[in-house]
């Protein structure tokens, strides 16, 4: 608020000052207290009502207007290399797309209010390219609790030339909404432990004489994973059927079931987890299936083929209509089955589900949709094909979150290890942040979501 004081002649200098002390008082009752944060818009036409709910809260409000934009910002002091943990509460009321609208914002900056670059560059980008810039953070959201408070939160390291944090709390775009920002706080933390994981694909085409021997020819192979310190092995589509010259119907089987019974067996074995797919028998229906096995045998859950090739329907095989993601002892998977891999839906609603690894059981596919897979949702990918390197067609790999196949099958019979740390973001050429924590907060509207 700005005030224009008229200089009035032959007014008293103790009336004048008095004037000016209620003036002075007035203005301070008038300005805002938002406990040492400043309320921002991009413009004044789009700019929200914003509001102190108390010490620790701190409300926006749009109108009925579309396309409104503010936050409530703060510096805070941040020692280079070191981690911090951000953590706020919010509540809203009105808020359609909670996602986009209500999301924190960390931008990284040294003592002179500039940006700053990573401290080198990742080994993955293609040498000579300029090291890139530190990317604002994104805090995901965590639970509701029984109040309507949602947690968001996260834990980051700060570049190594950078020396404040500026957090923003942003309501925007969400036309008659209303968020509450509380105890919002940047404040150091111990580095997370490395997550690191060993995957492994197995590169092998059953001989089809037995969905039985199918099942024992991979025994060898799997006992070489563990070998080789394998903690996830991914196996090919349909395995006890491939190349069994029967029906889908006939060669069905529940889950649990021989199949399933006889790779558990081999998982408690070796203690490892296993994913590989089947064909299975559920009343009427059938689908095909792909399992995760644990460690202990036990079957941590299963996945119905959803994208079903025409031949596939043909035969009347049932779609499945979830994407669930297993939580296992290094992490979360998902799963998903050969068709899948061609439409970019089914790896995108798996990563929303929270996988951070996707194993894929796949007869055949263009591997370039497998590094797009992996690359547009920043997560591993592990694939078993039955198609030769030559044929030019689907590989058994690993891929990286940018898509590169970093270990690749050349020969029938071949296991392929390689270790990664689930707990390391991606970075990729020219920047654009941490895009996994991104893709949430950006990714466009779709019908009911």
Same mark, same amino acid.
């Given at each position: 608020m700005?005030?224009?004081?008229?200089?009035?002649?032959?007014v008293?200098?103790?009336?004048?000052k008095?004037?000016?002390i209620?003036?002075f008082?007035?203005?301070l009752?008038a300005?805002?207290?938002?406990?040492?944060?400043?309320a921002d818009?991009?413009?004044?036409?789009?700019?929200?009502?914003?509001s102190?709910?108390?010490?620790?809260?701190?409300?926006i409000?749009?109108?009925?207007?579309?396309?409104l934009?503010?936050?409530?910002?703060k510096?805070?002091?941040?020692k280079?290399?070191?981690?911090?943990?951000? #953590?706020?509460?919010?509540k809203?009321?009105?808020v359609t797309h909670?996602r986009?609208?209500?999301?924190?914002?960390?931008?990284?900056?040294?003592?002179?209010?500039?940006?700053v670059k990573?401290d080198?560059?990742?080994?993955?980008l293609t040498?000579?390219?300029?090291?890139?810039?530190?990317?604002?953070?994104?805090?995901?959201d965590?639970?509701?609790?029984?109040?309507?408070?949602?947690?968001?939160?996260?834990?980051?390291r700060?570049?190594?030339?950078?020396?404040?944090?500026?957090?923003e709390l942003?309501?925007?775009?969400?036309p008659?909404g209303?968020?509450e920002?509380?105890?919002?706080?940047?404040?150091?933390?111990e580095?997370?432990?490395?997550?690191?994981?060993?995957?492994a694909?197995?590169?092998?085409r059953?001989?089809?004489?037995?969905?039985?021997?199918?099942?024992v020819?991979?025994?060898?192979?799997?006992a070489e994973?563990?070998q080789?310190?394998?903690?996830l092995?991914?196996l090919?589509?349909?395995?006890?059927?491939?190349?069994v010259k029967?029906?889908p119907e006939?060669?069905?089987?529940?889950?649990?079931g021989s199949?399933?019974t006889?790779f558990a067996?081999?998982?408690? !074995?070796?203690?490892?987890?296993?994913?590989?797919?089947?064909?299975?028998?559920?009343?009427?229906?059938?689908?095909?299936?792909?399992?995760l096995?644990?460690?202990?045998?036990?079957?941590?859950?299963?996945?119905r083929?959803v994208?079903?090739?025409?031949g596939?329907?043909?035969?009347?095989?049932?779609?499945g209509r979830?994407?669930?993601v297993?939580?296992?002892?290094?992490?979360k998977v998902g799963?998903?089955?050969?068709?899948d891999?061609f439409?970019?839906?089914?790896?995108?609603?798996?990563?929303?589900?929270?996988?951070?690894v996707?194993?894929?059981p796949?007869?055949?596919?263009?591997?370039?949709?497998?590094?797009?897979?992996?690359?547009?949702?920043?997560?591993?990918?592990?694939?078993?094909?039955?198609?030769?390197?030559?044929?030019g067609?689907?590989?058994s790999?690993?891929?990286d979150?940018?898509?590169?196949p970093?270990?690749?099958?050349?020969?029938?019979g071949?296991?392929?290890?390689?270790?990664?740390d689930?707990? !390391?973001?991606y970075?990729?050429?020219?920047n654009l942040?941490?895009?996994?924590?991104?893709? #949430?907060?950006?990714?466009?509207?779709?019908?009911?979501?």
């Amino acid at each position: 608020m700005v005030w224009k004081v008229r200089i009035v002649q032959n007014v008293p200098s103790a009336v004048m000052k008095r004037c000016l002390i209620l003036l002075f008082s007035a203005s301070l009752q008038a300005a805002p207290d938002f406990h040492g944060w400043s309320a921002d818009s991009p413009r004044d036409e789009i700019r929200p009502q914003f509001s102190s709910g108390g010490k620790d809260t701190l409300i926006i409000t749009h109108d009925s207007r579309e396309g409104l934009d503010g936050w409530f910002q703060k510096s805070f002091e941040v020692k280079g290399g070191s981690f911090y943990r951000f #953590e706020a509460r919010r509540k809203t009321v009105g808020v359609t797309h909670l996602r986009q609208s209500c999301l924190v914002r960390i931008v990284w900056q040294d003592a002179d209010g500039a940006g700053v670059k990573l401290d080198t560059a990742p080994e993955y980008l293609t040498p000579g390219l300029p090291i890139p810039s530190a990317e604002p953070e994104y805090p995901v959201d965590g639970p509701k609790d029984a109040e309507g408070w949602t947690l968001v939160s996260g834990v980051y390291r700060v570049p190594s030339k950078a020396a404040r944090a500026i957090v923003e709390l942003h309501l925007q775009w969400a036309p008659g909404g209303r968020v509450e920002w509380c105890g919002a706080s940047l404040t150091p933390t111990e580095a997370p432990a490395p997550r690191k994981v060993r995957l492994a694909t197995i590169h092998h085409r059953p001989s089809g004489k037995s969905p039985r021997e199918n099942c024992v020819e991979f025994a060898p192979l799997i006992a070489e994973a563990a070998q080789k310190h394998a903690d996830l092995v991914v196996l090919g589509e349909t395995v006890p059927s491939a190349n069994v010259k029967a029906k889908p119907e006939d060669l069905a089987e529940s889950i649990p079931g021989s199949s399933t019974t006889y790779f558990a067996d081999l998982a408690r !074995q070796h203690h490892l987890h296993l994913v590989l797919s089947l064909y299975e028998r559920e009343a009427h229906l059938i689908y095909n299936t792909a399992v995760l096995l644990g460690p202990d045998g036990s079957l941590i859950g299963k996945y119905r083929k959803v994208s079903l090739p025409p031949g596939e329907a043909a035969k009347g095989i049932a779609p499945g209509r979830e994407y669930p993601v297993f939580e296992t002892a290094f992490g979360k998977v998902g799963l998903m089955v050969c068709y899948d891999g061609f439409f970019p839906e089914v790896a995108r609603e798996l990563t929303k589900n929270g996988a951070e690894v996707i194993a894929w059981p796949v007869w055949g596919c263009n591997p370039l949709l497998a590094q797009a897979r992996a690359c547009e949702n920043h997560v591993f990918l592990v694939s078993s094909t039955f198609m030769k390197p030559e044929d030019g067609w689907m590989h058994s790999a690993i891929y990286d979150q940018g898509g590169r196949p970093i270990a690749k099958a050349d020969t029938w019979g071949t296991v392929v290890v390689t270790e990664v740390d689930l707990s !390391q973001p991606y970075h990729g050429p020219y920047n654009l942040g941490d895009f996994r924590s991104m893709i #949430e907060r950006h990714r466009p509207r779709v019908t009911n979501q």
